[in-house]
């Protein structure tokens, strides 16, 4: 890679041929056989397709008059979705940072709430988003299993934003989405588990989000999309549309949410849905969360292991007890296998679903492996 700028460009034909063994050779493969680490999953190729046509077209969804069929795309897209989390609308986001960040924006500007509470477990994201708005946040405790505790919520939350999440980032757990407070707004993080709403057979484990006022997803994340793909949705999306919206001299219509200029994102998600429809998508979903509970089995039958929590949404933690640290453990498996997390301050092996080609037979053969090697001197 030259040190600084080139003066004189190489063409666009050697730069194909000098990045393709550097970016394509040199990237983690999200779809090898044992890749279980993180909430990144590989993407289908017809998403592939669309992004070259979004970076063809380059279209910006800030002016209608240059993004039509893309700013339709995208209210049809919500559209089919909302209904599923009990929203009215919404829109696309770059992800769940800015989607979480947008719900607690409206949440302030239409609700007055003057703070944010969220469990212990949820996304550093909430705590930004309070950071940036200038509101309290409040860190509340979670039970064993990394729910967030009822009994440790305020008892008023009446100029409160609630933020409960659907699936958190390290152990997966789903809060009680059901829990009635009066808090003032309620926000569902959802950014990984709110696919979890278009399976049949795990829909329920989201019981609950159809009563809250905003919802965040990682379309990124279980909608098996390119970065940057978020979603929010608003139960009364007019509302708070109007109440996160500016005008502006060069614009023909008001410029809705945190985003100016954004990309058409809405297409890949929306191609991908129009290719699998709901069940390709639940087939998906189904096929992850096999593949975690076939995972939790193996673990929970091997000796000297610890497993954090029954599977609820694809993410699975454990630990050797006594024995080999989880660091050591993620350094023995191969790349991309897991991830190393932090629970209570005791470190955890992360696994998360969500590569459909994992062959657990082939992760668990290197699990033993790992286990099988023995504690080192510095452990
Ligand atoms: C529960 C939760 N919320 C929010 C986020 C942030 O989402 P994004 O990375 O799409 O901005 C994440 C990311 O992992 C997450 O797990």
Avoid at 140 to 146: F, L, P, R
Avoid at 166 to 175: E, H, L, N, Q, R
């Amino acid at each position: 890679m030259p040190e600084s700028l080139p003066e004189a460009g190489l063409g666009e034909s050697s730069v194909l041929d000098l990045l393709a063994p550097m970016v394509i050779g040199g990237a983690r493969r999200l779809g090898d056989e044992t890749a279980f680490a993180h909430m990144d999953p590989p993407t289908p190729w017809i998403t592939w397709a669309m992004t070259f046509w979004n970076a063809a077209l380059n279209q910006n969804l800030l002016h209608p008059d240059v993004s039509p069929i893309a700013r339709q795309i995208e209210d049809r897209l919500i559209r089919w979705l909302a209904p599923s989390y009990g929203m009215t609308g919404g829109h696309m986001t770059p992800g769940s940072t800015v989607s979480n960040l947008t719900a607690l924006w409206a949440a302030r500007e239409s609700m007055g709430v003057d703070r944010v509470v969220a469990s212990k477990a949820a996304h550093l994201s909430v705590a930004k988003s309070a950071h940036i708005l200038g509101l309290e946040f409040l860190e509340v405790e979670v039970n064993d299993i990394g729910q967030i505790r009822f009994s440790a919520l305020p008892q008023d939350l009446s100029t409160s934003a609630l933020v409960l999440t659907a699936g958190t980032t390290s152990a997966g757990a789903i809060d009680d989405l059901a829990i009635r407070t009066n808090a003032a707004w309620t926000h569902i993080d959802a950014a990984w588990a709110g696919p979890l709403r278009l399976s049949g057979a795990y829909r329920d484990s989201l019981n609950g989000i159809e009563s809250a006022d905003s919802v965040a997803i990682s379309a990124h994340k279980w909608f098996y999309q390119p970065k940057d793909s978020g979603l929010i949705f608003f139960r009364d999306a007019t509302a708070a549309h109007a109440a996160i919206s500016f005008g502006g001299a060069y614009l023909a219509v008001p410029n809705v949410g945190v985003l100016g200029s954004r990309s058409a994102n809405a297409i890949p998600l929306f191609a991908t849905l129009l290719a699998w429809g709901r069940t390709g998508l639940e087939q998906h979903i189904d096929a992850a969360m096999h593949s975690a509970d076939k995972l939790t089995r193996f673990l929970q039958s091997r000796s000297g292991v610890q497993v954090y929590a029954p599977n609820t949404s694809g993410v699975i933690l454990w630990r050797a007890e006594g024995q080999v640290g989880a660091n050591e453990i993620v350094r023995r498996l191969p790349a991309g296998a897991a991830s190393l997390t932090t629970v209570e301050e005791s470190a955890w092996v992360r696994h998360v679903a969500a590569n459909p080609n994992v062959n657990i037979e082939a992760l668990t053969e290197a699990i033993e492996s790992a286990l099988s090697q023995g504690i080192p001197a510095q452990d």
